[in-house]
T-cell receptor
Framework: KAGVTQTPRYLIKTRGQQVTLSCSPI?????VSWYQQTPGQGLQFLFE???????NKGNFPGRFSGRQFSNSRSEMNVSTLELGDSALYLC??????????????FGPGTRLTVT | AQKITQTQPGMFVQEKEAVTLDCTYD???????LFWYKQPSSGEMIFLIY??????QNATEGRYSLNFQKARKSANLVISASQLGDSAMYFC????????????FGKGTKLSVKP
């Protein structure tokens, strides 16, 4: 079974631009979560989608948005990029939503650099 | 307050020896799950082991075991017979039963295995 894939793997953008990151979950998985990882803040939850609906959202400004398509693929968008948005963005998929032991499988991440 | 605390930013261990990575957590939810993930330099998070708050026995997965002390709210990861490939960042994470499912991560511990 193919793992979680994320594209692109690396991205360099300029402050003020917008960016879209893509995540394809493991086949059959309907839940996709996004996390931001920075040296200072560590891993922080952005949002979770299940069956095309956002089920949970972290404490991030409205510049961060996402969506999920009917095939469970998910995209994350960041508008008006700031230098502090430079981070590794990780996507994770799981087969369920809301279960306590809900093992999340992570992709390799997209490393975004904002200059 | 930090929900997940990993007090060891970095650890060294000799190859073939055992090592314990510390994790303490804070929650008032009686139902929760604890996870350990490994993140090699490539960036991908790899699930290692899970412990549920109601599990009677400590979890084990191959060379990984979890020293779960519920009263002390600690969930330390023990890696036996360390290998060079174990060198990586290790993250402790928690999912609370009352949440919608997102993981809360600690800051991580960087483990270096010496030959």
């Amino acid at each position: 079974k193919a793992g979680v894939t994320q594209t692109p793997r690396y991205l360099i953008k300029t402050r003020g631009q917008q960016v879209t990151l893509s995540c394809s979950p493991i086949s059959g998985h309907r839940s996709v979560s996004w996390y931001q990882q920075t040296p200072g803040q560590g891993l922080q939850f952005l949002f979770e989608y299940f069956s095309e609906t956002q089920r949970n959202k972290g404490n991030f400004p409205g510049r961060f948005s996402g969506r999920q398509f009917s095939n469970s693929r998910s995209e994350m968008n960041v508008s008006t990029l700031e230098l502090g948005d430079s981070a590794l963005y990780l996507c994770a998929s799981s087969g369920q939503q809301g279960a306590l032991r809900n093992e999340q499988y992570f992709g390799p991440g997209t490393r975004l650099t904002v200059t | 307050a930090q929900k997940i605390t990993q007090t060891q930013p970095g650890m060294f261990v000799q190859e073939k020896e055992a090592v314990t990575l510390d994790c303490t957590y804070d929650t008032s939810d009686p139902s929760y799950g604890l996870f350990w993930y490994k993140q090699p330099s490539s960036g991908e998070m790899i699930f290692l082991i899970y412990q549920g708050s109601y599990d009677q026995q400590n979890a084990t997965e191959g060379r990984y075991s979890l020293n779960f002390q519920k009263a002390r709210k600690s969930a330390n990861l023990v890696i036996s017979a360390s290998q060079l490939g174990d060198s990586a960042m290790y993250f402790c994470a928690m999912r609370e039963g009352g949440s919608q499912g997102n993981l809360i991560f600690g800051k991580g511990t960087k483990l270096s295995v010496k030959p």
